[in-house]
């Protein structure tokens, strides 16, 4: 019971966990950025304008959601004579709210219907809003370090919680007008695209679709080679998975071994009994592999109970927490799926009862005349 509910609940967890995480990071970066081809490693993206062709392409590709332009530009928060070097993501009245919607702690998103209001309004995460001590309807000069030196004023409309650092720390999200403004780009020039993928199972291959389709001069970057450090970890947790399931497994099938030979000796006058009056070492044997199986089956009725019950407990209420600025997320995730629990009680079951053969083998050494003086 206890095997089994571990085996469930380790399963959930992890993959609750790498889908929260990858969302995370979905959400903000999109799955596949198109970049310009140079030899820039800055912060600050290298325009382009795509062409015409190669755009309607990559929106014709029936596994890819949506395409939205982008560009980015670091520069200097000064407020509350505090200072914090972020990068400004300017995108535009096309770019696709939904997660950052999801994720927003106060405020609201960017509002594109006044280009010019637009211009100067700001979004920033929980994490810089409390280093500087800021809040909704706040203002502050942001400094782009560029000949010559600018400045300009923003309004922060809303505040967004991602959870993870590396974002947080680092990106505030404005209008890409202003970026073109600033950098002087004619109104066609981008910074990059961001591609989301309608299945992340098929980034890989989506990717690579999306390679062969650009220009010479084009590259594209999947949210893995993006992020690596992010990505190496959660596959890491796989391994951790397995580790629990081996370990979880090998105490059940010692325990069920052990109940099962403690049965056998229990009933080693019934053995003798039953050889004597003709019984085969095999229907002997039969006896207690079907109360071995029983024993089993009940403890994996309570098993799931126990483990799918405290599944979709924490997925309800989010009882047990976790330290955001570790984990990246503030409570344990759960993501139970019936194949996963299904394949864990078949496999669980058929390898205890094939372990159960091995121990019912005493049943053979058994001589009926002593088992039957046997006290």
């Not at 980015?72 to 009245?93: Q, W």
């Amino acid at each position: 019971m206890l095997g089994l509910a571990v085996m469930i609940l380790s399963v959930a967890i992890v993959k609750g966990f790498k889908g929260e995480i990858r969302e995370k990071v979905r959400g903000f970066s999109g799955d596949i950025q198109v970049l310009k081809l140079d030899l820039n490693s800055s912060f600050e993206n290298s325009p382009y304008v795509m062409n015409s062709t190669t755009l309607r392409t990559l929106r014709a590709n029936s596994e890819i959601a949506y395409i939205q332009p982008f560009a980015t530009k670091p520069g200097i928060i000064n407020a509350n004579n505090e200072v914090e070097g972020v990068v400004l993501k300017g995108v535009d009245s096309t770019y696709n709210w939904d997660y950052i919607g999801n994720v927003l702690s106060s405020g609201k998103v960017i509002d594109f219907s006044d280009r010019a209001a637009a211009m100067r309004q700001i979004m920033i995460s929980r994490y810089t809003a409390d280093r500087l001590k800021l809040k909704v309807g706040d203002d502050f000069l942001m400094y782009f370090v560029q000949e010559p030196l600018r400045k300009r004023k923003f309004e922060i409309v809303g505040i967004y919680d991602l959870g993870v650092e590396e974002v947080d720390r680092m990106y505030v999200l404005g209008d890409i007008s202003l970026i073109r403004r600033l950098n002087e780009w004619s109104p066609q020039e981008v910074g990059g695209y961001e591609l989301r993928v309608k299945d992340f199972g098929t980034l890989d291959r989506v990717s690579q679709q999306v390679y062969d389709d650009l220009d010479i001069s084009l590259k594209s970057y999947s949210i893995r080679e993006i992020y690596p450090t992010i990505f190496e970890w959660l596959n890491l947790l796989d391994v951790n998975t397995q580790v629990i399931l081996v370990l979880m497994l090998a105490v059940a099938v010692i325990n069920m071994i052990s109940a099962l030979l403690i049965i056998i000796l229990e009933r080693t006058n019934m053995i003798g009994l039953l050889k004597a009056l003709g019984s085969t070492n095999w229907s002997i044997r039969k006896i207690f592999l079907y109360n071995a199986a029983y024993l089993i089956g009940y403890g994996m009725l309570l098993g799931n109970i126990l483990g799918i019950g405290l599944a979709v407990f924490q997925d309800r209420t989010h009882f047990f927490e976790l330290d955001q600025a570790s984990y990246y997320i503030s409570f344990v995730p759960v993501q139970l799926e019936v194949a996963d629990i299904l394949l864990l009680n078949a496999g669980t079951l058929i390898i205890c009862i094939l372990v159960m053969i091995v121990p019912s083998m005493l049943v053979t050494r058994i001589s009926p005349v002593k088992a039957i003086a046997f006290q």
